[in-house]
């Protein structure tokens, strides 16, 4: 036999050896306080049922007691003989049972509460009692009217369990439908079963954020809320870029290097270096509700700014919990185990070019060096900016911008270039398809020492689309003075280029500043304001342009117009002679009937008709026979009286005569046929005799052909004193018939004391507009003067962004006006001031030295005033330690960050400086204590790395200049 252990049993079960108990009965014996229930119990309705103490059992032919043993067992009595138990139990009182009174009770509360709740919520003072807590006070105008009372109406501008949306059925014309064919949609406040329906399901947090960003729109943050929901309120693409892989760097648990820094061996000796690891609080903290698992998820405002926690309540507080919930990278404290600074504040080149140490040594040398001189604490105490030019650096560099010595220090703008006429000439006459240039200025034909074409002319030229193609058909730098070995494709392109900087200054005297705006807004693709065109024009008035072009073409104004014309006339003779066709006039219109039907001048048609083609264009003649290459002949100079050059003021040159032209220098002598009718000619012909056209201002005699040779003469009439007189009277040629008698009694003339003009650089000592008529000049330039010069800042400015342009070309001549002036005229603007690259792949000239405003809100925030207070800081020297370096190696290109090479010309601060003051019970090292959330402009170096589409981020890449503010 096992020895088994006999069963233990709580409670029995038997009929005779335990009463039958109904707990879940709503009523029990009225006799059970006195301890003797009856067996049955009442039944639910709270009756009494129970008249004997048993029910007696009829075994054969008598009755048995069947009281159970727990109640006395059989009686001694027995039954009656009918088989009544003898011992009736007289009536009770049943009782509710406990569990009965206690569901009544919870059902009593649940009804008092219901009605209190029904009582609160349908009330007039129901929002009371809604609401949570006491807004902040930022928050707190919310819930108040103009008379400061509470308002229904003020929970519906945050929570949307506020507001009740419904359609309605019928609307004002009763048709169930408004007037645009759909049911309305009213908003009005809800009812408290929208409130309970909203306790039951919450709503979703992030649709709260519309209803946020609603009144906080103008946070520098939130503008163009795309990314305002995500953390930072960056584009997380970026913001992935700037997180540190921890097993890179210091992590969590002090890891450095991918190893343990549980022990460092160091001279020999090992040293515990333990970093402080994070509380454990804070390594699970990212398991909480609302912090993002990935770069991509979306933070609610409601996840760290808590509302309803009363009036004083700051709701910008964020411990470092929350911040390090999300960050990869966690320590104890700033003091234990926040990463070391890296370049800061430096990382970033200033705008202004400015070497600290070369200036206190060499410039400062023996004087006081003191940074308030240029720095001064903003008005918001916050930053420390640099003062205006006027207030820091005119007394050294005033005097350098307010001199123009040379006529070269002025900026070419319009400049013609030089033109090979001799090769452009010979290219004419060679096929009378060829075109003509025309009039050139002599002094500006051939060479090459002549100028060429500007930046800004080539810019203006590019409007015509033309004149654009004639530019691009040329190699890089291809000089116009010598087209020797240019093709007939480029030749024609130079006439091309040559006339469309004839009618640039056509336009220019005839419009003005206007043409310079229709030409700069189509090349640089943007439409200008009247204060840019004044800047970029440097305010040039018609007259200057109309100066130059007497100068240089005296007969503009009525040459461009006929080059205009002149392409238009087969056209219109064609029209005209299909119209004589149709009216059946059989005869050819004449020059006067299609000039009227083409509305152009008669002189242009009489010129086509004639055969030229283009008036003043040299005769074809056949090529010369070879022959060996001579030396080239000198060309007759300017002052030669009878030299076979054309005069410099005639456009196309005349046309060589088909006989022998009389040159009436004589007056015996006759013409044999009459002046050419070349419409360029600067001398008109002669009422009945030539004139010889030697001097454009000689009037033509009316009998007798004067000789021309000085403008005085008066052809035949009777000589006066002083005519034609080279040496006291004597007549040089004879033309009165013999030797006049030297007149005795007339005085002399008296000589004429000639007043010369000032040099240009007394002229426009304030600088301005200026015409360069030197043999190598040929331009209207620009003196800027003084700091500050609208005019070369405004093209610097507008020549910097090429973004908009959308032909390649345009935006190659944009970036050499650019080129041009910052390394030429602008040279020392560039001297100072830095120029950055964007991220568009344009550039930026930094006019002024860093200004923070609100929307440049970085990760990294520093006030100097708090600091200023301490005597011991007082020093700008005690955190900036000025360093000797090359500075201006920083500026080799238009990185400002990353692409920079020099030092900055200060020792890079450390950590150690800060930690000293930045303690727990000290002044504070919590995260918001130096850094910002919600940034308002992300540093420009960010956009230059978004990742193309589709292209996955590298986490090793990471930068070592993040989150400092020195953008």
């Known amino acids: ?15 005779q050896d335990s009463s039958y108990e109904r707990p879940n009965q709503k009523w029990v014996c009225g006799r059970l306080s006195e301890g003797c229930p009856c067996h049955l119990g009442p039944n639910n309705k709270g009756e009494c049922i129970s008249s004997f103490e048993c029910s007696p059992n009829k075994k054969g032919d008598r009755w048995e007691c069947t009281r159970p043993a727990n109640r006395g067992g059989k009686c001694e009595q027995g039954p009656s003989p009918d088989g009544t138990c003898c ?70 501008q945050c929570h949307s369990a506020a507001q009740h949306s419904f359609k309605v059925g019928v609307d004002e014309d009763g048709d169930g439908i408004d007037d645009e064919g759909v049911f309305k949609t009213v908003t009005e406040i809800s009812s408290p079963n929208h409130w ?28 163009g809320d795309a990314f305002a929901s995500h953390p930072h309120s960056v584009n997380p693409a970026l913001l992935g870029q700037t997180s540190n892989d921890p097993s890179a760097d210091q992590g969590a648990t002090g890891a450095k290097d991918g190893k343990d820094a549980k022990a460092e061996k160091k001279d020999g ?27 991509t998820n979306q933070l609610a405002c409601s996840t760290c700014h808590k509302e309803h926690r009363g009036a004083m309540h700051n709701l910008a507080a964020m411990d470092n919990q929350s911040c390090q919930a999300c960050h990869t990278q966690k320590f104890s404290s700033f003091s234990s185990g926040h990463p070391e600074f890296s370049s800061f504040p430096y990382h970033r080149r200033t705008r202004i070019k400015f070497d600290h140490a070369n200036h206190e040594k060499t410039y400062f040398k023996g004087k006081a060096f003191n940074c308030a001189q240029c720095h001064r604490v903003d008005a918001a105490s916050q930053h420390m900016n640099v003062r205006s030019f006027e207030q820091a650096c005119s007394e050294c560099h005033g ?48 060479g090459m020492d002549m100028p060429r074409l500007t930046p800004f002319m080539i810019l203006l030229l590019r409007a015509d689309d033309e004149v654009a193609a004639a530019l691009d058909s040329f190699p890089e730098k291809f000089d116009l003075g010598d087209l020797t070995e240019a093709t007939d494709e480029q030749k024609k392109a130079a006439v091309r280029i040559g006339w469309g900087v004839k009618e640039l200054l056509y336009e220019l005297s005839r419009n003005g500043q206007e043409a310079m705006r229709v030409r700069l807004a189509k090349v640089l693709g943007v439409e200008l304001n009247n204060d840019v065109l004044a800047n970029l024009t440097g305010q040039i008035s018609a007259e200057v342009i109309n100066d130059a072009n007497k100068l240089w073409f005296p007969k503009l104004m009525t040459n461009v117009p006929m080059y205009r014309d002149i392409p238009k006339v087969p056209g219109i003779v064609e029209k005209v002679k299909k119209d004589f066709a149709d009216k059946n006039i059989d005869r050819e219109p004449t020059a006067k009937e299609i000039a009227e039907a083409g509305g152009i001048p008669v002189s242009v048609v009489q010129v086509v008709i004639d055969g030229k083609g283009m008036p003043g264009r040299p005769a074809l003649k056949p090529p010369p026979p070879p022959k060996p290459k001579d030396p080239p002949k000198p060309k ?37 046929k009459p002046v050419s009718d070349d419409l360029f000619a600067e001398d008109p012909p002669a009422e009945k005799k030539p004139d010889d056209g030697l001097f454009e201002d000689d009037p033509p005699a009316k009998s007798d052909p004067d000789d021309g040779l000085f403008d005085d003469d ?42 010369k003009p000032l040099p240009i650089e007394q002229r426009v000592p304030g600088g301005g507009w200026y015409i360069d008529d030197r043999k190598t000049g040929f331009a209207v330039r620009y003196a800027p003067m003084g700091h500050g010069n609208v005019f070369l800042k405004q093209w610097l400015t507008s020549t910097s962004d090429t973004s908009s342009v959308q032909n390649a070309n345009h935006a190659k001549a944009i ?18 001031h830095s120029v950055d690259g964007t991220s568009n792949a344009t550039r930026m000239v930094n006019w002024n030295a860093r200004t923070p405003s609100a929307e440049e809100r970085g990760f990294v925030k520093f006030s100097h005033r708090p600091h200023l207070n301490i005597a011991e800081m007082r020093d700008c020297r005690s955190c900036h330690q000025i360093e000797p370096a090359d500075v201006m190696a920083r500026y080799k290109d238009i990185d400002p960050h990353g692409a920079s090479t020099g030092k900055p010309g200060f020792k890079f601060m450390t950590k150690a400086s800060c930690n000293n003051c930045h303690q727990p019970k000290l002044a504070g090292d919590s995260c918001t204590k130096c850094h910002n959330y919600h940034i308002g402009k992300p540093p420009r170096w960010w956009n230059r790395q978004i990742p193309p589409a589709g292209v996955a981020i590298d986490p090793k890449k990471k930068r070592s200049d993040q989150g400092s503010q020195g953008e």
């Open 399 to 446: 005097d350098s911008l307010r001199k123009f010595e040379r006529v070269q220090d002025g900026v070419p703008v319009i400049r013609l270039p030089g033109m090979d006429l001799e090769t452009l000439t010979e290219f004419t006459q060679t096929d009378a398809k060829n075109p003509w240039l025309g009039h050139w200025p002599e002094r500006a034909d051939y």
């Open 815 to 832: 970036q050499a006006v650019f080129s041009s002036i910052s390394t030429t005229s602008g040279a020392l603007c560039m001297k100072c």
């Open 269 to 295: 000796k090992t040293s515990d270096k333990k970093a402080a690891s994070a509380p454990s609080r804070w390594k699970f903290a990212w398991l909480g509700p609302g912090v993002p698992k990935t770069a």
């Open 714 to 755: 008066g052809g035949d009439a009777k000589p006066k004193a002083g005519d034609d007189d080279l040496f006291g009277g004597d007549d040089l040629f004879d033309d009165d018939g013999g030797s006049p008698e030297p007149v005795k009694d007339e005085p002399k003339p008296i000589k004429q004391e000639t007043v």
């Open 87 to 156: 011992n009736a139990i007289p009536k009770c009182q049943p009782v509710r049972s406990i569990r009965a009174k206690r569901a009544a009770f919870v059902w009593w509360c649940v009804a008092l509460t219901a009605g209190i709740l029904a009582i609160m919520l349908f009330s007039n003072s129901r929002m009371d009692f809604i609401q949570p807590g006491e807004l902040s006070h930022a928050h707190g105008q919310i819930m108040k009217n103009a008379d400061g009372e509470k308002t229904a109406q003020a929970c519906a």
């Open 636 to 672: 007759p100079s300017d002052d030669d009286l009878f030299g076979e050059d054309p005069p410099a003021d005639d456009l196309f040159n005349q046309d060589p005569p088909d006989e022998p032209v009389d040159d009436a220098l004589f007056e015996d002598d006759k013409p044999k």
């Open 196 to 223: 309970i329906a909203s306790a039951i399901v919450s709503e979703k947090t992030l649709s709260a954020n519309e209803r946020c960003l609603s009144c906080h729109q103008n946070h520098p943050a939130f503008k």
């Open 1 to 15: 036999m096992s020895d088994s252990k006999p069963k233990i049993t709580l409670q029995q079960f038997g009929f």
